[in-house]
């Protein structure tokens, strides 16, 4: 009997999807891990680092 | 488990029921273009999939409409849902969903095009645009957090939501530059449905980013949720696809859906708080609604099976005629065949005939001549009958040839009647006549010399045979109004029914007094006429008052074009 050794196409993404959902889920609705903003200065601010960090280091 | 509260905001937030309802849901377009796009994907999807669950194009089909719908439900909740976690983990959902959907509809253009799944390239590149996605979304790269400046109930969206469109427009100029190879490639009758599927695909791109572009810019999410009917138009463009492989009927489907969408919208009135006084109303409705849907369900669907019955029939008839042709071919050809073996026999027989009764065989008696005159006269007959099938079954076959020279049309219809001297010598109580008008006129013309002779004789024998007394007249002459040659016999003979004249010229076609007058006519003389004529560019037709009122046949051939 052949055994299947490589994951499909279809399986891989929904394998994937689950898993980044699944932390999505942990991190948010079980953990609320996220910044809370009450004004557009701390917004743009946030931005403006997070594009100098990607500039800078790379993700 | 930590959640902010939405009262430590200080928001005054409306609770949802069920994630989806709430007064926070600013207008009713919000639930009419989600419920509609998300009932419309997922119900089309299912059902496609449990008619078809061994199809590929099924299983890709549904695997769209799910994610669709997921992404639907997903932006529902962040417009009803004051829970900040919840709004959080949702908006996640979407930035991950929409790449993960453009590459899918780009999968499903490519496999019904091709035919077959793609190449295992061409999946890593796919799935490797969607890693990015996958891996950041969940982190700050996929939303910084939550924004409730102006008691607004948003997010911050990070850098990945740049790829996103990033990915948007490298899956548009994938699907146009497919599409436009391919439309190279495909056959004639997959031309439409690739043009179709490939407009709904940039349609359904170019809505859907249109719904967040526009939404970001302006701020007014209103206009935005238009884009949202971008997906049913996709949806609409490959279910022609799949229909074209007669996988489902998109009319009872189309029905279903939007019945099935109907009632929902107007079940969901009742979460709604502010309608309490007209809960009986929208009940009401919703009950006339199922009975009405229903009946139309019901007839759509017995229309969809009578018309399915009718392509059946039509294909069956077409299947038929094309076995009937075929049928047609080898009877012509056999025909062809046995008269071709009858034919020299009966060369045999006139030859010794004529050799008796011209006393080359020496002498003969009288009683013994008389018979050896039938034997000479049947197989004459015989012969111009046997004629007759080979001529159809050439015409039928396509193989008739023509030898076309220049001829004198009046010397060759002088001719015929010269041969057919001892016809007319018989016929004693026939006048016949020739009269060539305006002798001066120059009567040549390009035809078949040996083809026309058969007509002109076959006719001048039919007006003999038909009268028995009276006249036989035969003109020739040129109508300079028409510039044609008039070849004309008319007589005073049986003549032909009004009902028959029609018909007069089709194969195995005799009136229905001619079996009185001449038992041996096949009814092919004037058919195989006819196709010679029309092969010489002229036209015949007959014309008689009737019944015993005799009869005229007119045949107009070309004159001979001078260089």
Known sequence: ?59 | MMQIAQDVLGCAWEPSYFLVFSENVFASLVYYSHFFSLLAAFGLGLFVYLSNRSSFMARLFFAITTTFSLWVFSDVVLWADPNPSHIMFFWTITILLEPVLYILGLYFLMVYVTGMDVSVKTKHVMLGILVPTIALSATKFGILGFNYTNCDREVVEGLLVYYGYFVEIIVAIWTTIFAIRQYKNVGKGRKRPLVLISLGMLLFLFMFSWGNIVGTISEDWTIGQYGLFGMPILLGFMTYAIVKFRTFNIKIIGTQAIVSAQIVLLLSLLFLRQIENVRVVVILTVITFIIIGWSLVRGVKREVYQREKIQKLADDLKKANIRLTELDRQKSEFVSFATHQLRSPLTAMKGYASLILEGDMGAIAPQAKDAVSRIFESTNTLAAIVDDYLNVTRIELGSMKYAFETIDLKTLVEDVIGELKPNIDKSVNVKFTFEAENSGTDYRTTADRDKLKQVIANLIDNSLKYTPKGSVSVTLGLDRLKHKFVFKIQDTGIGVAAETLPHLFAKWSRAGNANKTNIRGTGLGLFVAKEIVVAHHGTIHAESAGEGKGSTFVVELEPFAKA
Do not use: C, N, P, W
Request: proline content about 0%; charged content about 25%; cysteine-free.
């Open chain 1, 1 to 59: 009997m052949e055994i299947k050794t490589r994951l499909g196409f279809f399986s891989t993404l929904v394998i994937l999807l689950v898993l980044s959902v699944l932390a999505a889920f942990i991190r948010y609705i079980v953990f609320s891990d996220f910044e809370v903003y009450d004004s557009e200065e701390s917004i743009s601010e946030s931005v403006s680092d997070q594009f100098h960090e990607v500039i800078e280091k790379g993700i």
